[in-house]
């Protein structure tokens, strides 16, 4: 067994998308190389439903998939093959733009008014990039929930975990999406693929993520005795921790416990061209999807 390295870890960037939707984005615009073959992670939390209410009107998607997840509150979401249908908390939906679709998500609060939810954006290989376009709607009870000994707990949403296998299949990526918490204190390690790109997204509490020696936490400035200095802190809320290669991952709990996304890919290792939602692999296949956009030729 090998600890996989904590490579990077960064905060996240509040910015506005769709119709003036405040939230925060994990990471996105960079170099694709970084975290192939994942794109794009926006994290939709916010208790004021006029940072929320206006959503995300019609847009289009082309070339990648895009994976929703809601704790919290509900999304309404309609696209140009006439799929209508609503995520509740707990519910994922995993979209196949392929060739192109146009859709709409409409977030809603829940009874206090709360939205909370991630979009994952994974990008296709170019043998999958005009593919038919599909959907797969899961429910939260169709999640399987393991939990261990130690109470340490694992949504498994994709890929196998601990046995289990979740509900969302045939994706390009042979992803591993989880939704994991380690109680207050406890000391956790997880098998990873050795082969595929991996990283966590710390959304509540706080904790250690250990590279081959030491524990590695966010570099802060603090004051002490009216000196400003720079410390490791626990990696907390709104962290993301990407890391190297390795078959394991080892997390220390905080005072609080921490619940993280852990989630992992096969890189597809190929161009790409990206323009917003449309992510191909050439700028001559980009300039075509904008042309078909303006021509009103972009839904086949």
Known sequence: MSIRPVKHIGSTQTTMEGAGVKLERVFGFQDPEMLDPFLLLDDFRN??????????????????????????????????????????????????????IMHQEMPKGDANGRMHGFQLWANLPSSLKMTQPRYQDVTGQEIPVEVDDDGTSARIICGEFWGKRGPVDGIAAEPQY????VPAGKKKRFKVDTYKQTFAYVFEGSGNFEGASDPFGVLTEKEFGGEELKIRDETGNRSLVIFGSGDEIVVQAGDEGIRFLLVSGAPIREPVAWHGPIVMNTHEELNQAVKELRSGTFIR
């Open 178 to 181: 989880l939704d994991i918490h």
């Open 47 to 100: 208790e004021r439903p006029q940072d929320f209410l206006k959503g995300f009107p019609w847009h289009p998607h082309r070339g990648i998939e895009t994976i929703t997840y809601v704790l919290a509150g509900t999304v309404e979401h309609g696209d140009s093959l006439g799929n209508t249908g609503n995520l509740g908390a707990g519910d994922v939906q995993w979209m196949t733009a392929g060739r192109g």
